[in-house]
């Protein structure tokens, strides 16, 4: 039995590694040069879930008063306008304070600011924070708050919290979109599909105020998730598990197509790490599934470039018309008690 080599991976191990660091920091925001304003115009700052303030853009942290249009006119004393670039100008400054100062509506301002620029890896995650929190709001806003959404990374342990945030604020809605588009795999399907899978059989009355199922948190509407060709290795298996256990239909693009599981104990003397496929995976009826071709969604639906550099979803608009007709044909409100029965006997 042999399978395409879709999970190989290879770590060097010991090497001579650079001791100058050359990494840039990032302010958070779309910048655009603007010789005659004198400086840098914020086009854009990102946005991140007001819950989180200690993961917003150093522009849009408290008592850092930027908006878009502002002019960045110095960073620590040095014009902007000086360096064709102004990431140069943060150059190793990550996580490290720096002073900027700024024009609004033309006017320089009195006061400096004082921000800590963002690492590459954390302006990255902030960017992508952005995206899945319009996501959120747009279905909640299209929706009327009747479908929740939220959005998994990836499949690895840090990755419990995403379920947990997203998943527990919406398992009372009628419908729940959960986004497995650009997820990058790990090995957490099955917990997950089995906090999908719980269903509602008992419920609990007290005297007063609303009752609640005796299966804490078993979601009672509709499902769907969102799959596209970065749902790579478990976002794959995940989705495909959604699909077979009945929970709902896959709406995008076909998925990666990497099946095959694999170790990380093949470690090198030099302390490096190869490795190479190893498990396959089938389902019941002895097919192989998943690799080499990926995982089809039932509702086919693509994202055009230009549409989608505009702002549009088209995954995520036929993925909330779904549910709200599937909430329309199949309302599943939670069943209200019945008439106390008479003890007095």
């Not at 009355?205 to 804490?216: C, I, K, L, S, V």
């Not at 699909?243 to 197509?257: A, E, F, Q, S, V």
């Not at 055009?304 to 309302?331: M, R």
Request: charged content about 25%; aromatic content about 12%; glycine content about 10%.
């Amino acid at each position: 039995m042999s399978f395409p080599p879709c999970h190989t991976n290879i770590y060097a191990g010991d090497g001579r590694e650079g001791t100058e660091g050359a990494n840039f920091g990032y302010l958070g925001a779309r910048l655009s040069r603007d010789q005659t304003a004198g400086g840098y115009r914020v086009e854009h700052i990102y946005r991140n879930d007001p819950d989180y303030p200690n993961r917003l853009s150093p522009l849009a942290q408290p008592g850092i008063d930027f908006q878009v249009g502002d002019i960045i006119t110095s960073v620590n004393g040095t014009p902007t306008l000086s360096v064709e670039n102004l990431n140069s100008m943060l150059l190793n400054k990550a996580n490290r304070r720096v002073w900027i100062q700024r024009k609004r509506d033309g006017q320089p301002d009195t006061k400096s600011y004082i921000v800590r620029p963002l690492s590459y890896t954390d302006f990255r995650s902030l960017k992508l924070s952005e995206w899945e929190y319009t996501r959120r709001l747009e279905t909640e806003e299209k929706s009327e708050s009747r479908i929740g959404y939220f959005h998994m990374r990836a499949m690895g342990s840090r990755n419990f919290a995403e379920f947990v945030k997203g998943f527990y604020p919406a398992f009372n809605r009628q419908g729940l979109i959960i986004d497995m588009r650009q997820n990058y795999g790990g090995n957490i399907d099955s917990w997950i599909l089995s906090r999908l899978m719980r269903k509602a059989w008992m419920y609990w009355q007290a005297r007063t105020g609303e009752p609640y199922p005796n299966m804490q948190f078993a979601f009672n509407g509709h499902m769907a998730v969102l799959i596209d060709p970065y749902t790579i290795s478990d976002g794959e298996a995940f989705s495909e598990g959604f699909r077979r256990l009945g929970l709902g239909p896959l709406i995008g693009t076909k998925t990666w197509g990497g099946g095959i599981w694999l170790r990380s104990n093949n470690y090198l003397v030099d302390g490096g790490l190869a490795r190479s496929p190893e498990f396959g995976v089938f389902s019941p009826e002895r097919t192989w599934i998943i690799e080499g071709t990926g995982v089809a969604p039932d509702i086919m639906v693509d994202n055009p470039p230009h549409a989608t550099f505009k702002g549009q979803d088209a995954q995520l608009d036929a993925a909330i018309d779904y549910l709200k007709k599937k909430i329309a044909e199949d309302p599943r409100p939670r069943p209200n008690a019945p008439a106390y029965p008479d003890k007095s006997k």
